[in-house]
């Protein structure tokens, strides 16, 4: 099939032809919403059972779309890890029909009472599961530094900085910025590196007990799946954990936090295991600047300013993380800029 990296959005109307090719032209579709990308999703349901509708017509083709998608979830079941199977697809229009896992997430689960604890072992376990079984870049997949994840650590500077400083900011402050954290990146060990999902949190992480895979393909389901894999990079080893431990939207206790961790460093030898506590607390940071910026960013857009309600989680982050001796250069900046980090971001905004 001829590919192309233009993009169209459909209508629903748009939807038929494939459906009807797919097989599931009879189907009822009921809309399920976007996600926070360019994806849309549609529920389809027939006598026989349900499928899901994923509308990528938005995200282009080639790179973090639908062609991305398709080869990551091979990849990642590969690997044990359970993702959606793809019942039919066109890479051109941008459109699939794959597996169902229902509506609980991980975190939904937990809100409505399943232990903390079981909840995030098995988040730590599937991450183990990929580290273990994905110890070369064999997909080729991007790097962190070439992610646009990376790039938008500049809305750090660009978005939060001139609210907690009580300034506008200039193109000097965004380069040194980098600059520091180029220095401390140099004083760290070598990077445990390994396939990172990109998006590793509660809310894309089904719960699905029931579920024992796809009868026609034969693999059988452990009670879970991951969806939203499509931006996987290879990258530091703790983005995704700590991105599940220390997520904008909800809190952690600190026990499950360490347990986590140590639950997914048993078996590294010492020099391991430093270099991955070290590149922790540094990607850590990298992840709040960036998310911090991007909510405030969000809210002078329009795009929902009930993201503002997560700033002060994100900011107690950064305050933890800033007094780790590994951080210190980037405290100083911080202090020396008059950056706050107790401030109501929502009162600027």
């Not at 796809?214 to 991105?243: A, M, T």
Request: glycine share 8%.
């Amino acid at each position: 099939m001829r590919m192309t990296s233009s993009s169209v959005q459909l209508d629903q109307d748009g939807f038929w032809p494939f459906l009807e090719s797919a097989g599931w032209g009879s189907a009822d579709m009921t809309p399920l919403g976007t996600d926070m990308g360019l994806r849309r999703y549609y529920r389809l349901m027939t006598g026989e059972g349900t499928a899901l509708l994923m509308d990528m017509s938005r995200a282009g083709i080639l790179e973090n779309g639908l062609e991305s998608y398709i080869r990551v979830a091979d990849f990642f079941r590969e690997c044990g890890i359970q993702t959606p199977h793809i019942y039919a697809y066109d890479v051109e229009q941008g459109l699939a029909v794959i597996e169902d896992f229902g509506d609980i997430s991980f975190g939904t689960a937990r809100r409505d009472g399943t232990s903390s604890e079981e909840i995030y072992q098995k988040a730590t376990d599937i991450l183990i599961q990929l580290r273990q079984s994905a110890q070369t870049n064999s997909l080729g997949l991007k790097l962190y530094e070439e992610m646009a994840i990376r790039k938008r650590l500049a809305q750090f500077v660009e978005y939060y900085m001139p609210v907690a400083a009580g300034r506008a900011t200039t193109k000097a402050d965004q380069v040194e910025f980098q600059n520091i954290l180029a220095e401390i990146e140099k004083t760290l060990p070598p990077c445990p590196m390994g396939v990172c999902h990109a998006d590793f949190h509660l809310e894309n992480l089904m719960w699905c007990p029931e579920h024992k895979g796809h009868k026609s393909d034969g693999h059988r389901g452990e009670g879970y799946g991951v969806i939203d894999f499509q931006d996987s990079f290879w990258g530091p080893l703790p983005y995704d954990l700590l991105n599940c431990l220390e997520d904008a939207r909800q809190s952690v206790p600190e026990d499950i936090k360490e347990q986590m961790k140590a639950r997914y460093c048993e078996g590294m030898g010492v020099l391991e295991k430093q270099a991955f506590d070290a590149w922790y607390v540094y990607m850590s940071a990298h992840f709040h600047c960036r998310v911090i910026g991007l909510f405030i960013k969000f809210a002078r857009e329009g795009r929902g300013r009930e993201f503002l309600t997560h700033i002060p989680r994100l900011q107690g982050y950064l305050k933890k993380n800033l007094q780790n001796p590994i951080l210190a250069p980037l405290k100083e900046f911080m202090d020396r800029h008059k950056v706050s980090f107790d401030i109501d971001v929502s009162k600027n905004i």
